[in-house]
């Protein structure tokens, strides 16, 4: 029984083991049957996207026309300008601040209660207009009796004159002595000394009644009004009235001490250097002046050197303490090649500009540049009179796109203006060391 059982225990564990075994080769089957199916589709689905993009591809700016000769290039829309020829100033800009000519500072010069203002805050005044008045009584009657002093003692020194007369035919006639000559003769001398001190106290005690009416020393402009009438002032003491004088008016500004000697070269030339001043606000009207002054020595802590300018200011426009933007005008560059500073691009190896072909195609020119003047800039190499540059749109461009000129989107005359287009002339840069 137990031989003839052997056999058959054998055969089922063979029957086993195939059941485990195809158990675990079936996953196995299954994972792989599932990827090859995700290879397929993928590869399918790449193919179609390959396919359907095919005409697409191609150099930057090309897409399909739909034509059966190939891609149609769209051009690039930019904004361009033209190379011209111009005179360009070779200035130095700063920032200046106006300063009146002159500045008096009134105060009174004999004690006294204030009893008049004849004056407007803000007012213009001419040399000489009555200012202020103090009561003039205390002096004038101090003015009377210095008069009176002198009415006597000139009264008194003609009878002592008299005496010295009288004595002097006495003693000669010898009918008196000698010493009562003497006498008489010192006090003549006191006498006349005494006419001049009274003299003097009239001429004094009149200075100060015409002190107590103050009068404008300049033409000029008058500020706030510092006290009331009716206040006791008292001797060079209080502040009635400061005046400035602000016509002609200063404008004082700073430039690095390198261009002092570039401005000492032009300033040496015998012709004076236009100073222009801008008023924020006004920047279509500019004041002009002349350099009046360049300051004995150089400012050590910021290493900088003074000038000034004087204007004639004839309608008022320049305020003492007033910022405003100067530009020192040292000499014109004649006949200079501009393009618009926009144009100039940058990039490794330098400065460059997109110039339109007549094919309506940009080509990439290296360039070499001079002064940045008011929004323009001096190309030297690169570019010549006529050439079309572009001035917007570069982002875009590669060499040989094809361009077209939107003449449409050109800013209007004053955002032109404003960003510093050619022709406004309201700011620059320094020029070089030795322009």
Same mark, same amino acid.
Request: proline residues 6%; charged residues 15%.
């Given at each position: 029984m137990t031989f003839n059982s052997f056999p058959s225990?054998?055969?089922g564990l063979s029957a086993l083991r195939r059941s485990f075994a195809i158990s675990a080769i079936l996953p196995a089957a299954i994972m792989a049957g599932l990827w090859?199916?995700?290879c397929s589709e993928r590869s399918t689905s790449g193919a179609g996207a390959a396919s359907?993009?095919?005409p697409a591809s191609g150099p930057a700016g090309k897409r399909s026309g739909g034509t059966p000769g190939g891609p149609r290039e769209v051009p690039v829309p930019v904004l361009a300008a033209t190379?011209?020829?111009e005179d360009l100033p070779v200035q130095l800009s700063a920032v200046g601040r106006v300063d009146p000519y002159s500045t008096v500072t009134v105060k009174a010069l004999v004690g006294g209660q204030l009893t008049g203002v004849h004056f407007q805050e803000g007012q213009d005044v001419k040399k000489g207009d009555l200012l202020f008045t103090i009561d003039p009584r205390p002096y004038e009657a101090l003015l009377h009796q210095n008069q009176a002093n002198l009415a006597k003692d000139t009264v008194a020194a003609q009878h002592a004159e008299m005496e010295m007369k009288r004595f002097s035919n006495l003693q000669a006639g010898g009918a008196a002595a000698k010493e009562e000559y003497d006498t008489a003769r010192a006090d003549y001398d006191a006498k006349q000394a005494q006419l001049l001190a009274d003299t003097s106290a009239v001429e004094y005690a009149a200075l100060q009644v015409e002190y107590c009416t103050i009068s404008s020393p300049l033409d000029g402009r008058v500020g706030e009004k510092l006290v009331d009438v009716g206040n006791l002032v008292k001797v060079n003491d209080s502040s009635l009235v400061i005046i400035n004088q602000i016509s002609p008016v200063f404008v004082s500004f700073s430039i690095p001490e390198r261009y002092l000697a570039v401005v000492q070269r032009y300033v040496a030339g015998g012709e004076g250097l236009i100073v222009k001043a801008v008023v924020p606000g006004q920047e279509d009207r500019p004041a002009t002046g002349t350099l009046t002054? #360049?300051?004995?020595q150089v400012d050590v802590a910021t290493g900088s050197i003074q000038l000034k300018g004087t204007f004639a200011n004839e309608d008022g426009r320049l305020w003492p303490g007033h910022f405003v933007d100067v530009t020192l005008n040292l000499t014109v560059r004649p006949n200079a090649l501009v393009v618009p500073s926009q144009a100039i691009q940058t990039g490794q190896d330098g400065q460059y500009v997109y110039v #339109?072909?007549?094919?309506?195609?940009v080509e990439n020119r290296t360039v070499d540049t001079g002064l940045a003047v008011a929004?323009?800039?001096?190309v030297t190499t690169g570019v010549k009179d006529g050439d079309r540059v572009v001035t917007d749109g570069q982002m875009r461009l590669i060499p040989g796109a094809k361009v077209e000129i939107k003449s449409g989107l050109l800013p209007s005359p004053k955002a032109a203006e404003s960003?510093?287009?050619?022709?406004?002339?309201a700011t620059s840069k320094p020029p070089a060391k030795n322009p």
């Open positions: 225990n054998t055969v090859l199916a995700g359907s993009s095919a190379a011209t020829r002054f #360049i300051n004995n #339109i072909r007549p094919d309506m195609t929004g323009v800039t001096e960003a510093g287009a050619p022709g406004s002339r």
